[in-house]
């Protein structure tokens, strides 16, 4: 159980990061930093993902309708969202909007898989929701009304809903494969999907001449190791012992995380009033995950680690 909460705060870095540095690399069209990062956690999990894709290469015919939709919704277009969304709308409104996946997780856990959440439970959600809004809006949590949307802020709804349905996806069906061969065939599912994008994307706007540049290629291989491989690692397993509804809960730190690291990196101002809703992100999580997921133990645990090493 505690390595379960570890290995989510990892998640939160490892994701935050993926905020920071795709708006870094932002001067890249979106399905182009997509499609390379994809390319770049493939070829990191060839060594040891393909003779288990091979092994189980049945059980991923067997089951081919959920995992290739577990691949669209994770892997192939949830950060292909966010990209798309950091072209036309502004940070904020990105994390606040992130900020529902939680929400939408346990709505979508319940309706689909029935599952059923402790009132103190239901109130974490609700108060990590909130404080991680008044963490993005520095306190000003009327002023949300007043946000300008656009284009982009759609865009992060179908970011919210890929996340959702992985989620619950995750905790379904990936036991049922090994755990880098499940990622390395979803990156090479990923990689055919977007391949023909890519090319519409660079006859349309041109071949990217800033693809090349050291930044740009340092923050493609970061986002293609950290985010793209090592967090699905930790997430996926996480889920199989927290459940959807509670592992989702700690993404509510990733405006929190975001604003630390841009506080290092930027040097944007920290203020009280993003403390006390960070307090209150923080609470949130402790109610929501507190003396629970024990029953969901059993469906992931031993199983799956011995496919992890398959």
């Known amino acids: ?42 070829l990191v999990m060839l060594p040891f993902g393909l003779r288990s894709a091979w092994a189980y290469r049945d059980k991923f015919r067997e089951y081919k309708k959920p995992f290739l939709l577990m691949t669209l919704t994770g892997i192939t277009f949830f950060n292909t969202f966010i990209y798309g969304a950091l072209q036309f709308t502004t940070s904020t409104n ?88 499940a990622l390395f065939v979803m990156s090479g599912i990923s990689i055919i999907v977007l391949l023909p994008i890519v090319a519409v994307e660079w006859l349309v706007a041109g071949v990217p001449s800033l693809l090349i540049e050291p930044a740009n290629v340092a923050g493609i291989a970061y986002l293609g190791l950290f985010p793209s491989f090592i967090a699905l690692i930790f997430y996926n397993r996480a889920v199989g012992v927290l459940g959807a509804s509670q592992a989702s809960v700690f993404l509510n730190f990733l405006p929190i995380v975001t604003m630390v690291g841009a506080w290092l990196w930027l040097d944007e101002a920290i203020t009280m009033m993003k403390v006390a809703g960070a307090l209150a992100v923080i609470t949130g999580v ?22 992890a090493i398959d």
């Open 94 to 181: 990105v994390s606040v909007l992130e900020t529902v996946i939680p929400v939408a997780t346990v709505g979508l856990s319940a309706f689909l898989l029935k599952e059923r959440l402790r009132n103190s439970q239901i109130v974490g959600v609700l108060l990590s929701l909130f404080g991680a809004v008044w963490v993005v809006l520095d306190g000003r949590i009327f002023s949300i009304a007043g946000m300008n949307w656009n284009i982009g802020d759609s865009i992060m709804i179908g970011a919210v809903g890929s996340w959702a349905v992985y989620s619950i996806l995750v905790k379904q069906y990936m036991s049922l494969f090994p755990q880098f061969g």
């Open 286 to 307: 402790m109610l929501t995950t507190g003396n629970s997921g024990k029953r969901q133990k059993h469906l992931y645990g031993k199983q799956h680690q011995e496919k």
């Open 1 to 42: 159980m505690v390595n379960a909460y570890i290995m989510m705060l990892f998640v939160v870095v490892f994701y935050a990061g993926n905020i920071l540095t795709g708006r870094a690399i932002n001067e890249l069209p979106p399905f182009t930093i997509a499609f390379f990062r994809l390319v770049v956690a493939f």
